[in-house]
């Protein structure tokens, strides 16, 4: 039995509110080992008053060692196992963009790539082309027309770029046409299941049309796809925790995420504040909100130690937003590390803070990775971190009688 | 998806350089209820200091409560979950002995046990025969010629013994004769596959000229086989973790389990001293070190806490041989507990150290149970030592986009 089969049978309704914050790339390190991190360095009154009165505890994303990507990482945040439940690369790319895909889309990553004369890869990523002219591009790749399919052609940054196909019958059992490395042929995208044949012969049409509109575009004078896949088909906020849900975000990446498990995506501004108050002014219609701020794991990605401890300060400035609403389950914890130090996604566990009426308290003098990794929650993986609020909200029945 | 296919997806090389240091049966217990364990008792100034900067924690072998023996809890330190893959006895008793196995080797534990006049076995371990008198039996048991098989008969200790078989297509899906209990007969060995009746019918004409040659041996008159079983086909390093791992340990058994996962065996003598400057000759030639201490657990397993206190103590003296060599990632830990006031291996958590530049430092004042307890790192299972050891020496890459 999956777990959320059983989170399914023992959920139930009531009038609570649960707020899930999600500061992406929380977790840090220190600028020197073992220094203070950047949650630990900023000034953060309030998240510590919050502390005080909180059950803290330290998750892992996947499993110990494991860095997580943005995927992998909110769907343990949303309860799903990230191992079991994987979203194809084509449509994470197309929720990256923004793009809403519909139930039997197919999307693919692209890269613009050079060819030589007889047709061998030399640069698969074209010079990392300017995203300007990979726009261009894309508008051309998009008037090709094959048959009663919809194409849409969508520049995402510098090479790379996304495609969707709209039709029918359309499969994502097809190889990749990236033969990911160089000195040798595109491949021909091949169908891996009976179903998907036609889909092949499809692809393959497109690229070779491709290939043509892009002859004289040297250095992208071709395309590369890789990670068909259609929109996941995960189990829905609705129907497995009998959730209203909505979410509040401003990159479409994590809109495109919280789309595929059935939340409301809310309109909001850039700015957190501007996150905070699209959650008071929606308050009473929704049962559990997401809030993501993005600005943490960007800061974290740049090396910027000193941005990242600003954001989390500008979090706690902003935080009386939030608990003036007096959610009955309050979370703040990170989807995956993002230590300056590193420059990237790490695989540290990362802080977490639920309050709930009915958490045990840690009465911890500041909310930091040294306090949350000795707090009473323990170390845990992230998967359980919704059933744990829905604990707090009082809304899982027992277990067997 | 198993873990070592997800590690294997993502690992990649470097130039890093790691140590595991596993100071067998390290965890412990006060000699009264909760008195300090014998690695709080032992004098540590060297490990102390590592362990201010270092990340502390506390690992479960297999699961609570279970006590693992050293094939499972040895295959747990090296990332190999221990419930999934298992060793035969009959191959973890060649290890321990220092046979060293081939691909399509059978070997089985044998006991020498009595039996009477009507062939009932009275002892199944015949009267524990010293192990020089089990040793000239197994020379005579080894005299056996049956077809074009190669037999070898090797004295364990006491009436333990070991069998290994070298022929073609031999199978080990036998069953044991070893009745496991006295006033019945020992049992015919049965194909429990289909592939398996000729090796049954060859194992029992072993058996029956065994028990001719050991008619007038009372009371080792008869032997009694259990554990059949061939070289454990076991993912191998190399290929899973992409490391060039080695070795150092002086005991045949360890030895034995480091080849079954791939590691390069390196020479070494007897003492700790001897066994750290081995690692010193040998660090620029491997990525990945794994050093074996035995003598915690022999001193535990015998009751003798003093002499375990000792032993830890004397790898602390001999430390700065393996921190001068400035290992990017170094664990010391244990492969499972063995308290001098059980004079066994138990079920309690086994202490846990690791320090590289990135990880979150404790600040511990003390190597021991009651502050890897409250580590930073928690308490986790040992499987994944080996993912934490690789995210360390940044030879992981990221899990989905």
Known sequence: MDRLDLIKDLSITNDTKMVLLVLDGLGGLGLEPGGKTELETANTPNLDLLAESAALGITDPIMQGITPGSGPAHLGLFGYDPIKYRIGRGALAAAGIGFNMQENDLAARINFATADDSGLITDR??????????SQ??????????????????????????????????????SDSDP??????????????D??????????????????????????????LRGFAKTPSLPQMKNVYKLNAAAIASYPMYKGLARFVGMEILQTGPTIREEFETLKTSFNEYDFFFIHIKATDSSGEDGNFAKKVKVIEEVDKNLALITSLNPDVLVVTGDHSTPAALKSHSWHPVPFLLYSKYCRFDNAKHFGETYCSKGTLGRFPAVDIM???????????????
């Open 125 to 134: 990523r074209a010079g990392r082309i300017a995203t300007d002219e990979s």
């Open 137 to 174: 591009l894309c508008t051309l790749l998009a008037k090709i027309e094959i048959r009663n399919v919809k194409i849409f052609v969508k520049p995402v940054k510098e090479h790379r770029a996304v495609v969707i196909f709209r039709g029918d019958s359309l499969s994502d059992k097809l």
């Open 180 to 193: 990911q490395k160089t000195g040798v042929q595109a491949k021909e995208v091949v169908a891996l299941a």
């Open 195 to 224: 179903g998907a044949k036609t889909t092949a012969v499809f692809v393959n049409e497109f690229i070779h049309k491709a290939q043509s509109i892009l002859a004289d575009k040297h250095p992208a004078n071709t395309v590369l």
């Open 387 to 401: 059933s744990l609020m829905l604990a707090n909200s009082l809304r899982l029945t027992k277990y067997g009688a």
